[in-house]
């Protein structure tokens, strides 16, 4: 589950039941590697951190079609 607070974005365990997957664990001990040496790990733009909070005050519809052409 995740949290996006005006400052910061929090992931927090859902449930209580213990997953491990080396994939992961790899990976988490990389991000926490970087983020440590400041390597690869940057602010977000501001631009980006807007249209975050902004999409943080629309309501969501999953269902709903996708209409016009979409950029990734």
């Known amino acids: 589950m995740t949290d996006l ?8 365990r859902f449930g ?4 491990e997957d080396p994939a992961i664990a790899s ?3 990389l991000l926490e590697k970087d983020i440590a ?4 790990v940057s ?4 631009d980006l951190a807007n249209a975050l909070l902004a999409a943080v005050q629309r309501p969501v519809d999953p ?3 996708i209409l016009g052409d979409v950029a990734l």
């Open 43 to 46: 602010t977000l733009s501001d």
């Open 27 to 29: 990976f988490l001990a």
């Open 16 to 19: 209580n039941e213990r997953h």
């Open 5 to 12: 607070r005006c400052t910061q974005v929090v992931a927090s």
């Open 63 to 65: 269902g709903e079609d």
């Open 37 to 40: 040496t400041g390597k690869h």
